[in-house]
Nanobody, 118 residues
Framework: QVQLVESGGGLVQPGGSLRLSCAASGSIFRSIVMGWYRQAPGRQRELVAAIGSGGITNYADSVKGRFTISRDNAKNTMYLQMNSLKPEDTAVYYC????????????WGQGTQVTVSS
């Protein structure tokens, strides 16, 4: 069993930056694919980025070059550094674990709100 807790969301102006964190319980963290997903109002939840246990990454085209996913297996924590934020990045961001590089697994965090607005 893995429990996931996100932090780091908030309100930021367009062009600004935020860093999200996902703290995981359970020793299996270091061996599973982890990912960030987001859901905007009226839209389906979508993959933002995923990272394998060895560090390989996959990004949605809409965030390539602006967002960076990383993980620290010693701290059981995953991060999402978000730069050059746009209003269309506004969404609830969810931490996910146990899936593949392109599909969500069964472990979800509670979500953290990111709002990009002037």
């Amino acid at each position: 069993q893995v429990q996931l807790v996100e932090s780091g969301g908030g309100l930021v102006q367009p062009g600004g930056s935020l860093r999200l964190s996902c703290a995981a319980s359970g020793s299996i963290f270091r061996s599973i694919v982890m990912g960030w997903y987001r859901q905007a109002p009226g839209r389906q939840r979508e993959l933002v980025a995923a990272i394998g246990s060895g560090g390989i990454t996959n990004y949605a085209d809409s965030v390539k070059g602006r967002f960076t996913i990383s993980r620290d297996n010693a701290k059981n924590t995953m991060y999402l550094q978000m730069n050059s934020l746009k209003p269309e990045d506004t969404a609830v961001y969810y931490c996910n674990g146990g899936g593949t590089m392109s599909r969500a697994g069964g472990y979800w965090g509670q979500g953290t709100q990111v709002t990009v607005s002037s």
